[in-house]
């Protein structure tokens, strides 16, 4: 309101007029001075172009290039000034323009996805085609449609639930596009170019493409780390060459390298406490670099990676040994040509940075091994061994969205870098028709592996013949069934979406975001899960809920109660369901709301009646 106010008053003031007391006008000021004008906070876009329309003078002034319209703009969207150099001259204006176009378009794309794929596990890969080719066709920078993503995700929190659901996902596929991107780039860098440490990064950033992930951000941490091993050589030798020399310059004196092994070691496991999660190995957060570096804690891939760039920026050269149950470094004794397993010692990061001989790594693993177990490898081989561990995480994983998801991204990166891995492109297929995601993806899929190797026969025939089906089953989709409160058959239904409640036994808090009248459940989910044991067993309502811990659960009505004090539930899919959380309850989204068309009065009228006391506690 105050802006349009003062964008009128301008307006008026600037418009010439007869009669002055002193026969000056707005206009009269120098252009310096209405630029200053007109840069006022208060003052918006809607104001600028009324202004502008005012006169010829407040036209000018307001030119594409100046002042007044750069304000706007940065004013507007302060995240995009870096795409922008500092003293080159741009058209704001008709930046302004298409940005905002942009932020339209991309909104539009956003709400029609919930209409389309409420009742999917939504692959956004599969559905963003035609929608991003007409954003595309706005002809605009790629960073204004992640801008206007992020302006989603970070409004009101409680509100826009379902839009900031998808944006989410939107904006995860477009980052991961462009990691998958950077990847293949650097596999197409000369081998003696390839950084393990840039190439883990780009494996963290994909699997956490919502994360502040950079290279520079962890180059910074190990520079930090580099600094407090130098603090340390210097106590040892004041004059070592590490300490002088540029970053990075080798040192060939084997005793000044083990100099810097013992400094490293001291401030590395004994100063910065790092060491091998020996309690939670198969944590995925292991293998991320980003968390490595925030934790302290890692498995002997991720712990190698670093100490061998560590290594590196003191001048000290180590190179990956993909040693079978136990990734190591070794360390060259001898003048370089020989390939002798004995002119190594290998370095076990994941032990502290213990130096062990051949013979002594055998020990690690309780077995012997061959001559090719200690060779050096390559980058893309220490990618394919970091991705391999994180995909079988993925497949260890509980079914539910977290481990798939998982699984989803480590067999992208793993076909990155190994496109013509037969075993990984079938699991691939397998589980994107497992999921009902994608099926003409899972088509291509089929018909390369068909190709590679025509002795899979049987099992691709199997699945197109499947996918065919579920492609034909998508044209004429079943209508979704609508329960009304009121039907006979749902009488005994006590609680209605959205409402927030707690689990009598198992205590968990959770949110309802379905319910059935009867329980739908196998005969065998009824015998194992014990339903028969509950003083109503199958024969009372039960209720799909989102659970605090991000699990999805079926629970009987006697199991649940109201919570006492309503709590947001902090689960991955709530957006999928709810647009708002309204401090005592959860409010259904249009497409939720039309399978249960009663439930959002009655779950407004219940939280009203429940958390009374509570609301009137509530500050206005």
């Not at 206007?148 to 596929?173: G, V």
């Not at 749902?490 to 409402?499: A, E, I, P």
Request: glycine share 6%.
């Amino acid at each position: 309101m105050a802006a349009c106010v003062a964008g009128e008053r301008l307006r008026d003031i600037s418009t010439p007029t007869t009669g002055d007391r002193d026969g000056k006008k707005l206009t009269d000021l120098p252009t310096e001075v209405l630029e200053h004008i007109l840069c006022f906070p208060a003052l918006k876009h809607v104001d600028i172009c009324n202004v502008s329309r005012s006169c010829q003078r407040l036209h000018d002034v307001c030119h594409g290039r100046g002042k007044v319209w750069g304000h706007q703009y940065k004013l507007r969207w302060p995240r995009l000034q870096r795409f922008y150099p500092q003293n080159e001259s741009c058209d704001w204006l008709r930046e302004y323009k298409t940005r905002h176009r942009v932020g339209i378009q991309i909104r539009r794309t956003v709400e029609s996805i919930s209409k389309r794929f409420f009742t999917e596990v939504p692959c956004i890969g599969q559905v963003l085609g035609d929608s991003f080719a007409e954003i595309e066709s706005l002809g605009m920078p790629e960073h204004f449609c992640e801008d206007e993503l992020l302006f989603i995700l970070r409004a009101d929190k409680r509100k826009s639930l379902t839009l900031k659901y998808y944006a989410r996902k939107i904006l995860y596929f477009l980052r991961q596009q462009n990691i998958l991107r950077s990847l293949k780039n650097f596999l197409e860098q000369p081998k003696e170019q390839q950084s393990a440490l840039a190439g883990a990064v780009l494996v963290d950033q994909y699997c956490n493409p919502l994360a502040d992930i950079t290279l520079e951000g962890v180059q910074a941490q190990l520079d930090d780390v580099v600094d407090k091993v130098k603090k340390t050589l210097r106590l040892k030798n004041a004059s070592h060459p590490s300490l002088r020399s540029p970053p990075g310059l080798p040192l060939e004196d084997f005793e000044l390298q083990r100099q810097v092994f013992c400094a490293l070691n001291s401030v590395l496991y004994e100063q910065l406490q790092y060491k091998g999660d020996q309690s939670d190995y198969y944590n995925p957060l292991n293998s991320y670099m980003h968390q490595v570096l925030q934790r302290r804690k890692g498995i002997p891939i991720s712990l190698s990676i670093l100490y061998m760039a560590l290594a590196q920026s003191l001048g000290v050269t180590l190179e990956p040994v993909n040693f079978p149950s136990h990734f190591l470094l070794r360390w060259r004794q001898k003048p370089r040509g020989s390939e002798d397993i004995y002119d190594f010692v290998y370095i076990d990061a994941f032990g502290k940075g213990k130096q062990l001989t051949a013979k002594e790594c055998e020990y690690l693993i309780g077995h012997q091994a061959t001559a090719d177990a200690y060779a050096a490898i390559g980058t893309a081989e220490v990618l394919l061994r970091m991705v391999g561990n994180l995909l079988n995480i993925g497949k260890r994983g509980e079914g539910n969205e977290k481990s798939y998801q998982l699984l989803r991204d480590t067999l992208d990166l793993y076909l990155t870098l190994n496109p013509d891995n037969v075993t990984y492109l079938l699991l691939q297929a397998r589980l994107y028709f497992h999921l009902g995601i994608w099926p003409e993806k899972v088509l291509d899929i089929l018909q390369h592996i068909q190709a590679l190797d025509p002795s899979q026969h049987v099992a691709v025939g199997y699945l197109v013949q499947h996918t065919l089906e579920h492609i034909q089953h998508k044209k004429h989709p079943a209508q979704p069934e609508v329960k009304t409160r009121g039907a006979p058959e749902h009488l005994d239904v006590r609680y209605s979406v959205g409402l927030v409640m707690k689990h009598k036994r198992s205590g968990y808090n959770c949110v309802v975001y379905g319910w059935d009248p009867r329980c739908t459940m196998s005969q065998e989910w009824i015998t194992t899960m014990r339903v028969q044991q509950l003083s109503h067993g199958a024969q009372q309502p039960f209720y799909n809920v989102l659970v605090q811990d991000g699990t999805c659960r079926y629970a009987a009505q006697e199991n649940l109660e109201p919570h006492a004090c309503p709590l947001e539930i902090a689960h991955p899919e709530v957006g999928r369901y709810f647009c708002e959380f309204a401090d005592t309850h959860y409010v259904a989204n249009e497409e939720l709301r039309s399978r249960y068309p009663g439930d959002t009065e009655e779950t407004a009228a219940t939280a009203r009646d429940l958390y009374r006391d509570l609301q009137q506690a509530t500050p206005t």
